[in-house]
């Protein structure tokens, strides 16, 4: 028995020997590519297959054009689908002409044949169903030419009634679909899609638009809209108010005499249906009026009513032709009728997607029971059939998907799918891609590791690899939208409820002095954005106004609004920038960090004045530095590093800055408890003092982020920020001359936005095109500006992310553009075949350094 | 005996089904997964919810629930994760690579285990005794995901020898597919190694003390012939249920290391189900695992009287 366990005691020992002798490539293998360029661009081998290894968290489950929901499970449409319209770069900017390479792109027809052609002028003429306004002579009705070579991957045509059956049943009442709103609830609306998905539907409709001047009342008592339609409080359910997860009731629930008038709530609440609204009536106005303006702490008035009511519609029951807007005017010709008009590169823009589906397999999908249709179309290989330049191979649930190319694909053969290399200026067939391997990979530290054997195509950077691979030549900065502020809170009443709890001491602690202007000043010149930015989350970048750098505001020119020069002087003006000392409007905007600990403390002091004269905080041993100290809760969905980070930077700089300050010592960021979905209502209500918080919305509109500041719906101050009693006054054209308009803020922002705004008699429009895009910049540097000027925001971050990309391919461009990114999978080039990237990672030794 | 365990069958059942119900409301009483404000979807989502009987009475709901699993063995069509899709053929296709997985870990772990803890037991209170007890004690303190890394650090990246994940594909008997589960066998087993080698060597132990032990030495028997004849009989009264309960366990997966090693069982569905408000996925994994939980502790229990005949389950004094 001994001599056995010797045995196998020497065993393992000998193996452990073998095993820590191995030499591993890290120690041994030369690098032979640090620091090198890639070889030459050259022609794709024949034969030679180039895959693309991708990895994902989630793995799409449902790509059904009709049901999708997340963006995981959008991820196989850009290999299967091709919609009327793509985009691409424009070849005719490289460096042979001397101009910046890829510069701008192009729109070219896909799935259709050519561009649309208006017909707005004879729809209306012979097709008044579909209730073309009679005052428009364009942008409402199109006929679409088809492109006769798109096949299904099986070589079944596409034609024109593939568009329209598909339409048919994407926008079918029964089927209850995901993605029907998409062509009727935004600026894409087919004419008639709603009518038709609502066919013989009633419906509670809260889109906060009943107007309350116009109702009128009903011979059973219940108030009538301008359209006849009853109208309903929303009692108990759920309301887009409260982000359409909560109800009115709920927050009575929760809040009470806190924050709402109990007198008449169980009389309100008493009215209700079982569905939850009770009809509005005189009595049931006066109930809710007295419920939301009773108490002040709630802090709304007559005004916010129509944030509580919804308006009953009915809709007839319709057929899908004559109602809905798309019909067939040849084998391989649809027309499209719009209800709200829409031209130039919004239409062609919102026709880069598509909703076809293959009719045959998609009805064979659909099943029914007890009334509720769900359908497996776009679930599997057996229920995928693509039309674009890849097809589905093979799929397993959460785990792997694979595509090759369809040989099918119109786009391989239509001599379309070049483009001229700006690298090299030769021309080269886009797609170079054979196949793509996604799987599932959830760990970033196997995704890290995999993509340092060669066994995936790129790789998101984690906070810990930045010090490492930010400098890489390899490595690329995206941006994003978002910009994160530092909300600050002002929301007095609710401070002063919490300071006269009764476990607060008033004598050591102090909560008010947030709520001064000079606080608030002082604060945002407390951190450099720059700084902040590479200590808590290096991927991103300083934030410096509330209008993130990624938005392009003429998507025909991908002009980007903060390269404007209205919204770099309305920086420059912000942060108090003499323009005049630099060589220029760039290099003055260059030079802002946001940081002035100088000013900063000017600013502490005169805070600390304001708020001793106030009798927030004392000085009784005259001392000169606050009794208390302002203890700012910062809000917290779910504790994390990250936050922990913030809370520490913000203290440690904050410490810093208000060093011989009245301030010194006083000032404490803590993390609150963990919020959850909350925290945003704990901010707006003013339990919770501040927060990280940010907006994105379209990178293509960032007009229209104005509405996000000054609409109390989404506002996180709109408890003491009113933007309605906030004048400014620009310079704009009124009926061609120059003139100096005052109005509110969110008159501005309305006006902005496509709304007509009258003021003194005078209506204001400057939405998109009604203004020229010039107009409406000034406008919204302007705005931007005063929004600023509150300080409620302080911006700190600018969102991005960076990652690695494999040596195995490279971007033909490297500056990031928000419409086509890198250029994606369609211009993807590669540097080795895959038989030539496995041997070359073995030469270095199985690990690859960036 | 037989009365005993139709009586435990019975209280099975009933708890299953007040846990059922339980966990039905409770998921229920959850608010929709909220959208943007201004959504566009939210009125589709509503009238979905409406359609799919969700604004109905919890009691009418859960009514309709049993209706159809009793009936038509129906637990629904998945509305969120894997939209339109019947969720049991969801499951089940899942489930059987969680159970290979788990299998091959306690196929190893168990001899692996059980040959150490014996091993230790007898070299008692040796250098090798102290060396086993305080490796278990550091390996069970260890949660598997940190072997996990180690593992794929090391044979995968490391040496190349492995790799990183478990292959795509059901060919769940092929070599290339075993294989590539060995990353994740391997940090299922330590645990279990570990758990295994403290009982057995805890229990035999004792035996090895027992009166009983010196008698059969006395009678003549060589040590190994006592030890394998008797003190492994009855050490085995406490391992073998505790090999019942880890066989019966390998059809939960394990949420962590199959999140690892990309392996798309069970082991995170029902915590999708909860973030994801998918409910009939919820509602099948929770009716499948406290099916489990309580058939596993029955046929533990159960097995305590095959083992020992001494035991005597029910039985009144």
């Given at each position: 028995?001994?001599?056995?366990?010797?045995?196998?005691?020497?065993?393992?020992?000998?193996?452990?020997?073998?095993?820590?002798?191995?030499?591993?490539?890290?120690?041994?293998?030369?690098?032979?590519?640090?620091?090198?360029?890639?070889?030459?661009?050259?022609?794709?081998?024949?034969?030679?297959?180039?895959?693309?290894?991708?990895?994902?968290?989630?793995?799409?489950?449902?790509?059904?054009?009709?049901?999708?929901?997340?963006?995981?499970?959008?991820?196989?449409?850009?290999?299967?689908?091709?919609?009327?319209?793509?985009?691409?770069?424009?070849?005719?900017?490289?460096?042979?002409?001397?101009?910046?390479?890829?510069?701008?792109?192009?729109?070219?027809?896909?799935?259709?044949?050519?561009?649309?052609?208006?017909?707005?002028?004879?729809?209306?003429?012979?097709?008044?169903?579909?209730?073309?306004?009679?005052?428009?002579?364009?942008?409402?009705?199109?006929?679409?030419?088809?492109?006769?070579?798109?096949?299904?991957?099986?070589?079944?045509?596409?034609?024109?009634?593939?568009?329209?059956?598909?339409?048919?049943?994407?926008?079918?009442?029964?089927?209850?679909?995901?993605?029907?709103?998409?062509?009727?609830?935004?600026?894409?609306?087919?004419?008639?899609?709603?009518?038709?998905?609502?066919?013989?539907?009633?419906?509670?409709?809260?889109?906060?638009?009943?107007?309350?001047?116009?109702?009128?009342?009903?011979?059973?008592?219940?108030?009538?809209?301008?359209?006849?339609?009853?109208?309903?409080?929303?009692?108990?359910?759920?309301?887009?108010?409260?982000?359409?997860?909560?109800?009115?009731?709920?927050?009575?629930?929760?809040?009470?005499?806190?924050?709402?008038?109990?007198?008449?709530?169980?009389?309100?609440?008493?009215?209700?249906?079982?569905?939850?609204?009770?009809?509005?009536?005189?009595?049931?106005?006066?109930?809710?009026?007295?419920?939301?303006?009773?108490?002040?702490?709630?802090?709304?008035?007559?005004?916010?009513?129509?944030?509580?009511?919804?308006?009953?519609?009915?809709?007839?029951?319709?057929?899908?032709?004559?109602?809905?807007?798309?019909?067939?005017?040849?084998?391989?010709?649809?027309?499209?009728?719009?209800?709200?008009?829409?031209?130039?590169?919004?239409?062609?823009?919102?026709?880069?997607?598509?909703?076809?589906?293959?009719?045959?397999?998609?009805?064979?999908?659909?099943?029914?029971?007890?009334?509720?249709?769900?359908?497996?179309?776009?679930?599997?290989?057996?229920?995928?059939?693509?039309?674009?330049?890849?097809?589905?191979?093979?799929?397993?649930?959460?785990?792997?998907?694979?595509?090759?190319?369809?040989?099918?694909?119109?786009?391989?053969?239509?001599?379309?799918?070049?483009?001229?290399?700006?690298?090299?200026?030769?021309?080269?067939?886009?797609?170079?891609?054979?196949?793509?391997?996604?799987?599932?990979?959830?760990?970033?530290?196997?995704?890290?590791?995999?993509?340092?054997?060669?066994?995936?195509?790129?790789?998101?950077?984690?906070?810990?690899?930045?010090?490492?691979?930010?400098?890489?030549?390899?490595?690329?900065?995206?941006?994003?939208?978002?910009?994160?502020?530092?909300?600050?809170?002002?929301?007095?009443?609710?401070?002063?409820?919490?300071?006269?709890?009764?476990?607060?001491?008033?004598?050591t602690t102090d909560?008010?002095?947030?709520?001064?202007?000079?606080?608030?000043?002082?604060?945002?010149?407390?951190?450099?954005?720059?700084?902040?930015?590479?200590?808590?989350?290096?991927?991103?970048?300083?934030?410096?106004?509330?209008?993130?750098?990624?938005?392009?505001?003429?998507?025909?020119?991908?002009?980007?609004?903060?390269?404007?020069?209205?919204?770099?002087?309305?920086?420059?003006?912000?942060?108090?920038?003499?323009?005049?000392?630099?060589?220029?409007?760039?290099?003055?905007?260059?030079?802002?960090?946001?940081?002035?600990?100088?000013?900063?403390?000017?600013?502490y002091?005169?805070?600390f004045?304001?708020?001793?004269?106030?009798?927030?905080?004392?000085?009784?041993?005259?001392d000169g530095i606050s009794d208390q100290t302002v203890k700012?809760?910062?809000?917290?969905?779910?504790?994390?590093?990250?936050?922990?980070?913030?809370?520490?930077?913000?203290n440690e700089k904050a410490t810093e800055v208000t060093a011989g300050t009245p301030f010194e010592g006083k000032i404490l960021f803590?993390?609150?408890?963990?919020?959850?979905?909350?925290?945003?209502?704990?901010?707006?209500?003013?339990?919770?003092?501040?927060?990280?918080?940010?907006?994105?919305?379209?990178?293509?509109?960032?007009?229209?982020?104005?509405?996000?500041?000054?609409?109390?719906?989404?506002?996180?101050?709109?408890?003491?920020?009113?933007?309605?009693?906030?004048?400014?006054?620009?310079?704009?054209?009124?009926?061609?001359?120059?003139?100096?308009?005052?109005?509110?803020?969110?008159?501005?922002?309305?006006?902005?936005?496509?709304?007509?705004?009258?003021?003194?008699?005078?209506?204001?429009?400057?939405?998109?095109?009604?203004?020229?895009?010039?107009?409406?910049?000034?406008?919204?540097?302007?705005?931007?500006?005063?929004?600023?000027?509150?300080?409620?925001?302080?911006?700190?971050?600018?969102?991005?992310?960076?990652?690695?990309?494999?040596?195995?391919?490279?971007?033909?461009?490297?500056?990031?553009?928000?419409?086509?990114?890198?250029?994606?999978?369609?211009?993807?080039?590669?540097?080795?075949?895959?038989?030539?990237?496995?041997?070359?990672?073995?030469?270095?030794?199985?690990?690859?350094?960036? | 005996?037989?009365?005993?365990?139709?009586?435990?069958?019975?209280?099975?059942?009933?708890?299953?089904?007040?846990?059922?119900?339980?966990?039905?409301?409770?998921?229920?009483?959850?608010?929709?997964?909220?959208?943007?404000?201004?959504?566009?979807?939210?009125?589709?989502?509503?009238?979905?919810?409406?359609?799919?009987?969700?604004?109905?009475?919890?009691?009418?709901?859960?009514?309709?629930?049993?209706?159809?699993?009793?009936?038509?063995?129906?637990?629904?069509?998945?509305?969120?994760?894997?939209?339109?899709?019947?969720?049991?053929?969801?499951?089940?296709?899942?489930?059987?690579?969680?159970?290979?997985?788990?299998?091959?870990?306690?196929?190893?772990?168990?001899?692996?285990?059980?040959?150490?803890?014996?091993?230790?037991?007898?070299?008692?209170?040796?250098?090798?005794?102290?060396?086993?007890?305080?490796?278990?004690?550091?390996?069970?303190?260890?949660?598997?995901?940190?072997?996990?890394?180690?593992?794929?650090?090391?044979?995968?990246?490391?040496?190349?020898?492995?790799?990183?994940?478990?292959?795509?594909?059901?060919?769940?008997?092929?070599?290339?597919?075993?294989?590539?589960?060995?990353?994740?066998?391997?940090?299922?087993?330590?645990?279990?190694?570990?758990?295994?080698?403290?009982?057995?060597?805890?229990?035999?132990?004792?035996?090895?003390?027992?009166?009983?032990?010196?008698?059969?030495?006395?009678?003549?028997?060589?040590?190994?012939?006592?030890?394998?004849?008797?003190?492994?009989?009855?050490?085995?009264?406490?391992?073998?249920?505790?090999?019942?309960?880890?066989?019966?366990?390998?059809?939960?997966?394990?949420?962590?290391?199959?999140?690892?090693?990309?392996?798309?069982?069970?082991?995170?569905?029902?915590?999708?189900?909860?973030?994801?408000?998918?409910?009939?996925?919820?509602?099948?994994?929770?009716?499948?695992?406290?099916?489990?939980?309580?058939?596993?502790?029955?046929?533990?229990?159960?097995?305590?009287?095959?083992?020992?005949?001494?035991?005597?389950?029910?039985?009144?004094?």
């Amino acid at each position: 028995m001994k001599k056995l366990i010797a045995l196998l005691l020497a065993v393992v020992m000998v193996f452990g020997l073998v095993a820590c002798g191995e030499k591993t490539p890290e120690t041994t293998a030369p690098n032979e590519t640090q620091g090198t360029t890639p070889p030459e661009t050259t022609a794709p081998q024949a034969e030679a297959t180039y895959t693309w290894k991708d990895s994902v968290v989630t793995l799409a489950t449902n790509w059904n054009p009709h049901t999708y929901q997340t963006t995981d499970d959008s991820y196989p449409a850009d290999f299967l689908r091709v919609g009327l319209y793509g985009f691409y770069f424009n070849d005719e900017l490289h460096p042979k002409d001397g101009v910046d390479p890829y510069g701008g792109y192009v729109i070219i027809p896909e799935m259709a044949a050519a561009l649309p052609v208006d017909v707005t002028e004879q729809v209306k003429a012979e097709h008044p169903e579909y209730g073309i306004p009679e005052s428009a002579t364009e942008g409402f009705a199109y006929v679409i030419d088809l492109n006769p070579n798109a096949v299904w991957e099986d070589g079944t045509p596409i034609n024109a009634d593939t568009y329209v059956e598909s339409m048919k049943r994407l926008l079918d009442v029964r089927f209850l679909n995901y993605r029907a709103s998409d062509y009727f609830a935004g600026n894409f609306c087919v004419a008639g899609a709603e009518a038709y998905y609502n066919s013989g539907k009633t419906v509670y409709v809260d889109d906060a638009t009943v107007d309350f001047s116009a109702l009128t009342l009903g011979e059973d008592g219940v108030y009538c809209t301008a359209d006849g339609y009853p109208v309903y409080v929303a009692v108990s359910a759920p309301i887009a108010y409260f982000d359409g997860a909560n109800s009115l009731a709920d927050y009575v629930g929760a809040y009470g005499e806190e924050y709402f008038s109990m007198t008449h709530w169980e009389a309100l609440a008493a009215a209700a249906n079982e569905e939850g609204y009770a009809p509005l009536t005189e009595e049931t106005k006066a109930y809710l009026t007295d419920v939301i303006t009773g108490n002040p702490n709630w802090n709304e008035d007559e005004s916010y009513l129509p944030n509580y009511v919804t308006y009953y519609k009915e809709f007839p029951v319709v057929e899908y032709d004559g109602t809905v807007g798309l019909y067939k005017t040849g084998d391989y010709q649809i027309t499209l009728v719009l209800g709200k008009s829409l031209a130039g590169f919004n239409l062609l823009y919102n026709l880069s997607g598509n909703w076809i589906v293959n009719i045959d397999l998609y009805d064979a999908c659909l099943t029914e029971e007890q009334g509720v249709w769900s359908s497996t179309y776009n679930t599997s290989v057996e229920t995928t059939l693509s039309y674009g330049p890849y097809k589905m191979v093979s799929y397993q649930t959460d785990k792997a998907m694979r595509f090759e190319r369809n040989e099918n694909w119109y786009g391989y053969t239509d001599g379309q799918h070049k483009y001229i290399d700006p690298t090299d200026g030769e021309t080269y067939d886009m797609y170079m891609t054979t196949a793509i391997d996604t799987q599932v990979v959830g760990e970033a530290a196997t995704r890290k590791m995999m993509f340092l054997k060669g066994e995936l195509m790129s790789y998101g950077l984690q906070a810990d690899d930045f010090a490492t691979y930010r400098q890489s030549e390899y490595c690329y900065a995206t941006p994003s939208e978002t910009i994160f502020f530092l909300i600050l809170n002002g929301h007095m009443e609710s401070i002063k409820n919490r300071e006269a709890s009764a476990d607060f001491d008033q004598t050591t602690t102090d909560l008010e002095v947030m709520t001064l202007k000079s606080f608030h000043q002082a604060m945002g010149l407390t951190y450099d954005k720059d700084l902040f930015a590479a200590t808590i989350s290096p991927a991103r970048s300083g934030g410096f106004g509330i209008i993130g750098t990624n938005y392009i505001y003429d998507p025909e020119t991908g002009a980007k609004y903060r390269d404007t020069d209205q919204a770099k002087q309305v920086l420059c003006d912000f942060y108090a920038v003499d323009v005049s000392a630099f060589a220029s409007l760039d290099d003055a905007v260059a030079s802002i960090t946001g940081y002035d600990p100088e000013q900063a403390k000017i600013f502490y002091q005169q805070a600390f004045d304001e708020a001793i004269a106030a009798g927030f905080i004392t000085d009784n041993d005259g001392d000169g530095i606050s009794d208390q100290t302002v203890k700012i809760e910062y809000c917290i969905s779910s504790d994390s590093d990250f936050m922990t980070k913030t809370v520490d930077y913000l203290n440690e700089k904050a410490t810093e800055v208000t060093a011989g300050t009245p301030f010194e010592g006083k000032i404490l960021f803590t993390k609150s408890a963990p919020y959850g979905n909350e925290w945003s209502n704990k901010i707006k209500a003013g339990l919770a003092d501040t927060v990280l918080g940010g907006w994105s919305g379209s990178a293509l509109d960032p007009f229209g982020l104005t509405d996000l500041y000054t609409n109390p719906s989404y506002q996180y101050d709109a408890a003491w920020y009113d933007a309605t009693q906030v004048m400014l006054t620009i310079n704009v054209p009124v009926n061609g001359v120059d003139t100096d308009v005052t109005m509110n803020l969110k008159q501005w922002s309305d006006a902005l936005n496509g709304a007509t705004v009258e003021v003194d008699g005078v209506e204001y429009n400057y939405g998109s095109g009604a203004a020229d895009v010039e107009t409406r910049l000034d406008i919204l540097a302007a705005c931007e500006g005063k929004i600023l000027e509150s300080y409620n925001y302080l911006p700190m971050l600018q969102d991005g992310g960076m990652s690695l990309l494999s040596q195995q391919v490279f971007y033909v461009i490297d500056e990031y553009n928000p419409i086509m990114g890198r250029g994606g999978i369609t211009y993807a080039k590669y540097n080795y075949t895959d038989a030539e990237w496995a041997a070359y990672v073995a030469e270095q030794g199985g690990e690859l350094q960036y | 005996m037989f009365k005993y365990t139709l009586q435990r069958i019975l209280y099975m059942c009933m708890v299953l089904l007040i846990i059922t119900a339980m966990c039905f409301v409770l998921v229920r009483m959850l608010p929709p997964a909220e959208l943007p404000p201004g959504d566009p979807h939210t009125e589709v989502v509503e009238a979905r919810r409406e359609a799919l009987g969700y604004n109905k009475p919890y009691m009418v709901q859960f009514g309709i629930f049993l209706q159809n699993v009793f009936t038509k063995f129906d637990w629904g069509i998945s509305d969120k994760l894997y939209f339109g899709r019947d969720v049991a053929q969801i499951f089940f296709e899942k489930l059987p690579v969680s159970i290979i997985v788990n299998l091959y870990s306690i196929l190893f772990s168990i001899p692996i285990g059980i040959g150490l803890g014996i091993f230790a037991a007898l070299k008692k209170n040796t250098w090798v005794d102290y060396l086993l007890s305080t490796a278990t004690m550091i390996v069970i303190s260890v949660p598997s995901f940190v072997y996990a890394f180690i593992i794929q650090y090391i044979f995968s990246y490391k040496l190349g020898w492995l790799p990183f994940l478990m292959k795509a594909g059901t060919d769940y008997f092929t070599w290339d597919m075993f294989v590539s589960m060995l990353p994740a066998v391997m940090s299922l087993s330590f645990g279990t190694i570990a758990g295994f080698t403290r009982t057995t060597r805890a229990e035999l132990t004792e035996v090895l003390t027992s009166e009983f032990m010196l008698l059969a030495r006395t009678k003549g028997l060589t040590k190994a012939q006592a030890t394998i004849r008797h003190a492994m009989r009855n050490c085995f009264v406490v391992v073998v249920p505790a090999i019942f309960g880890s066989f019966i366990g390998v059809l939960g997966g394990s949420l962590i290391i199959e999140r690892i090693f990309a392996i798309p069982g069970v082991g995170g569905l029902t915590i999708n189900a909860i973030n994801g408000r998918d409910y009939p996925i919820f509602m099948l994994t929770t009716c499948f695992y406290t099916a489990i939980g309580l058939v596993a502790s029955l046929v533990v229990d159960i097995s305590y009287g095959f083992i020992d005949p001494r035991i005597r389950m029910g039985s009144k004094k």
